[in-house]
């Protein structure tokens, strides 16, 4: 399963600017809907496109694996119970 780590990038974005960053900021900033946002940082197994990773990935200045993380299914259900 592929873990989005949109949460974690909005928390450093937060910390290294001082203030309080929203999903309304980075849809502004990106182009995508915050609704879309909302599904990547809270739903499981959200099919995300290439364009919309390489948005955010220049929104946070960061590389793809700071923004995606592969966690094997058999860990995914471990940690879930």
Do not use: W
Request: hydrophobic share 35%; with cysteine; charged share 30%.
């Amino acid at each position: 399963m592929i873990r989005f780590r949109l949460k974690e990038r909005i928390s450093d974005m937060s910390f290294s600017t001082g203030r309080r960053i929203t999903l309304e900021e980075v849809a502004g900033g990106t182009g995508i809907h915050r609704v879309t946002l909302s599904k990547l940082g809270s739903q499981k197994g959200y099919n995300a496109t290439t364009d919309i990773l390489d948005r955010l990935c220049k929104f946070f200045n960061c590389r793809i694996e700071q923004l995606v993380e592969y966690v094997p299914d058999d860990a995914a259900q471990t940690a879930e119970i």
